[in-house]
């Protein structure tokens, strides 16, 4: 090994010096010459470096770069999604809204706001009846209550007792008079509110009703087109291809009929010559043994070979042409059949469009019924009502509901669980109504989805004008400050309640 280790050192020292000899030839020839050397050297370099780069194995692909993708566009966005609706689409028309159960809850509840003012005024006249009555009744004692001073004549002190009963008593009965027509009114506003109550009853259960038949008819009327539009769609595909088939059959039938009539000039022909070449003593012979012989003979004995052939090829044909005749009969009955068909499917579908407009003409005539029925009442019953309560309210005759209000905050007539009891049923019945609203909202109903949606669209009203918005949140606000105040206060109550308890336990 160290033979071979320096034998391969002086080779490589032998080319060495070579190399540096050539060179130094080389240098000496010129610069032309160390051109082709560089030149050759660039090569002999590229050639060492191109066999020393790794080599793959058989349909062995190198690995490539992985490149960075570049965006096409810098403003992209990510794509909207859109949510279809759950709840079905209702009809959102105006007779519809005006005839909604909201339309009858306002006039119900305006009917009810007068009701209450009326028997607010009521029981003010009712208050008075009974003072005066009470009065005149403590005149009719024997130990009188009434402050009376005597003039010391007797016969004054009656006059005036029985002239101050007769002013009482006319008090009463003016006061009666004019309570009358109060009382009156009370009663109409309650016919009128059980007139509107069984009026509604009737409306919604037959326009319930109606809604539920046009809905039928609709889905019917939807098949039907179905129907018709898939045979209109298969009469029209098959049209073409059957007309196709009828020129070919009766192209099959004009050619099958002129070889019939060949065939059967052919079969004439042929039994003319066989008679033609008979003899007259075989035609003796055949006539004698037809006439004498006990069993007759076919005439098929007679004829020639030819003559056979020809009358079964004609038979094929007449059998083929009658086929042919059947199926081209066949086809005309299926496309009268289908023809017939898209007929039936158009009348039945116009049928149906009449049951549909007459059925909406009697919605549309109940709804219109409806609305000039509440327009009636809110114009011609409760607008005059408003008005007079307010001209009352302006004269001042009989004390409002506000005077009672101050009376009652300045006199405190009800004490502060009373007070809390009746803002916690209050605040109940707001919470149920949100809840019902609620849960008519989430529905798949149509039409308590329109309840819902026709007050969620005053809130909206409400909502998108900047001052109702703001008069809104505020008395919200302070009516949930006032309801946790009442909510503190009557835990207190309740505490302090239970303490005395336990006191006088």
Known sequence: AKHENSKDKAQQHHYHDDDDEELNDESSQGPEVLKYFFFFNYIANATQQQQAAPRFAYQ???PKAREVPQLIHQDVHEPMLQVDMLVPEPELNEATIKSSPLAFMSVFDSLQGISDTKIDVANQYIEQMKEKATKIEKYGLDHL???FTSCGDVDADLEKLKNEIIQLQNDLFKLD???APVHAKLREINSVETELERYQDDYYSSIVQLRRIHSRI???LQEHQIQRDSAMTALQATELQQGFM??????KIAETSIKIDTLQQQLAEAKQDRIANQSYATTITGLYSTYFSATPQDEKDYKSQKELELEEELSMCNNFLTGLNEFLKGLKKLRKEQRNRITHLEQVIEQLHNQRAAVAEKIGKSESDTIEKLQSIRHEFILPLKQQIEKRMRRAKLPSKDDE??????GAALSLERIVTKRVNRMNQVYKKLQDLENRAMTTGSREYLRGLTEIRELQLIMNNQYLKQFFVHFVSKANQIFHDFQLASMALMEQTTSWSYIFI
């Not at 009828?246 to 192209?251: A, G, M, P, Q, V």
């Not at 209000?405 to 300045?410: A, H, I, M």
Request: charged share 40%.
């Open 60 to 62: 062995t692909k190198p």
């Open 145 to 147: 209550d009434v402050e």
């Open 177 to 179: 008079e004019t309570y």
């Open 218 to 220: 609709n889905q019917v």
């Open 246 to 251: 009828k020129s070919k059959i009766s192209d």
């Open 405 to 410: 209000l101050v009376k009652s905050n300045r």
